[in-house]
């Protein structure tokens, strides 16, 4: 059985009383396999799950979609059946995630699904942006360098003011809040690859990575960049009324609506399957999901949900995940983390 890590309090009702001995209850209470995390890996875990109920004895597992971060905040909470069993990841854990996950007595096993790319996107009914990684970073960016290479507010309102070939229209990007594992990989790639290609924060680097990295990851927070939250559809929606608008998505879910967006070209590529899975697009990124060591044994099915997630007719070369936008590793990869993932072998950083 597995028991729930508790630190000394003194329990000062008979209600806080309850909920620690609810919260103290084997995971293996649970029948039914809970996971959390990642938007971007969503329908892919959510695929798995439908098939993994309907071909198997276990009942189809719970999947929700909390956000990179989020999930691996409920995932290194503890052990326990109040905790997830497995959390999806749009990037790799975190060092200070795997620290808390450690000390909080949750052994992890690490299983890369394949690749994504990040794409901005606008409706289809309006014209494409071509873009470049400094022009992202110089739309988006709390702060710019101004003529004199010292860092001023971002004075830019519409495109054009930015570069003369785009539109003239007004700066607005519907993005993933700070909880988001898109977040994070769109600015370490997009934004940190455009503020590189500028002289005076290339040189910043040199001088001072926090400082630079600063300087990179902050966006705005005037109205140009608006957090949309972790409802990828709901972005949708409001990109299909304000045109003008562009959204940052994982190329999955473009791919889904691809009768309803455009992917913007970034540094001359176009954010398609081929190119990502080719390595020619500059914004992509691997995905994951996490499993607690310590449920393995006592939640029915996560073996064999492990399973069907590595088996060639899920995340293979003609597997149902690539309908649904997954673009997978090379064999030999997929060969060595399959072996690894069924064999349970535990993360260590």
Same mark, same amino acid.
């Given at each position: 059985?597995?028991? $729930?890590?508790? !630190? ?7 209600? *806080? ?7 103290? $209850?084997? !995971? $293996? ?11 971007? =890996? ?14 198997? +004895?276990?009942?189809?597992? =719970? ?7 989020? /999930? ?30 450690? $000390? ?5 096993? #690490?299983?890369?699904?394949?690749? &994504?790319?990040?794409? %901005? @996107?606008?409706?289809?009914? !309006? ?11 110089? @739309?988006l960016a709390k702060q710019v360098p101004g003529p004199d290479g010292k860092l001023i507010d971002n004075p830019y309102k519409a495109w054009s ?57 902050? *966006?705005?927070?005037?109205? !140009? ?18 045109? +003008?608008? %562009? ?22 590529? #176009? ?15 691997? *995905?994951?999901?996490? =499993? ?32 649904? /936008? ?12 399959? &072996? ?10």
């Amino acid at each position: 059985m597995i028991k $729930q890590r508790l !630190a000394p309090v003194i329990v000062a009702s008979a209600v *806080l009383a309850g909920v620690a001995m609810a919260a103290a $209850q084997p !995971a $293996q209470a649970r029948e039914q396999i809970r996971i959390v995390g990642s938007s971007t =890996v969503f329908p892919f875990s959510t695929a798995v799950a439908e098939t993994f109920g309907k071909t198997t +004895k276990f009942k189809t597992p =719970v999947v929700e979609s909390t956000g990179t971060g989020g /999930g691996m905040k409920l995932f290194c909470a503890g052990v326990g059946e109040d905790t997830p069993d497995i959390t999806n990841a749009s990037r790799r854990i975190k060092k200070s995630e795997y620290d808390a996950c450690t $000390q909080n007595g949750v052994g992890i096993t #690490e299983v890369r699904i394949g690749f &994504d790319g990040i794409v %901005l @996107a606008n409706a289809k009914s !309006a014209p494409r942006f071509e873009l470049s990684k400094q022009e992202i970073f110089l @739309a988006l960016a709390k702060q710019v360098p101004g003529p004199d290479g010292k860092l001023i507010d971002n004075p830019y309102k519409a495109w054009s003011e930015i570069n003369p070939a785009l539109p003239a229209e007004k700066i607005e990007v519907l993005g993933p809040p700070p909880t988001s594992g898109t977040r994070d990989a769109f600015v370490e790639l997009a934004m940190e690859g455009g503020a590189e290609s500028i002289d005076s924060l290339e040189a910043l680097k040199k001088e001072d990575k926090q400082a630079f990295k600063a300087v990179a990851h902050t *966006l705005r927070e005037d109205g !140009a960049y608006i957090e949309a939250g972790e409802n990828d559809n709901l972005i949708v929606q409001k990109l299909e009324a304000n045109p +003008k608008a %562009l959204g940052i998505f994982g190329f999955s879910f473009l791919d889904q609506n691809a009768d309803r967006l455009a992917g913007a070209m970034v540094d001359g590529v #176009e954010p398609t399957f081929e190119n990502i899975a080719a390595g020619d697009y500059g914004v992509s990124r691997s *995905l994951y999901f996490y =499993v607690k060591q310590q449920h393995v044994d006592q939640v029915p099915g996560i073996k064999e949900f492990v399973s069907e997630f590595t088996s060639d007719r899920a995340w293979g070369d003609d597997g149902y995940l690539l309908d649904k /936008g997954l673009i997978p590793l090379p064999a030999a990869d997929r060969k060595a983390m399959r &072996d690894a993932a069924t064999g349970m072998a535990p993360l260590s950083m």
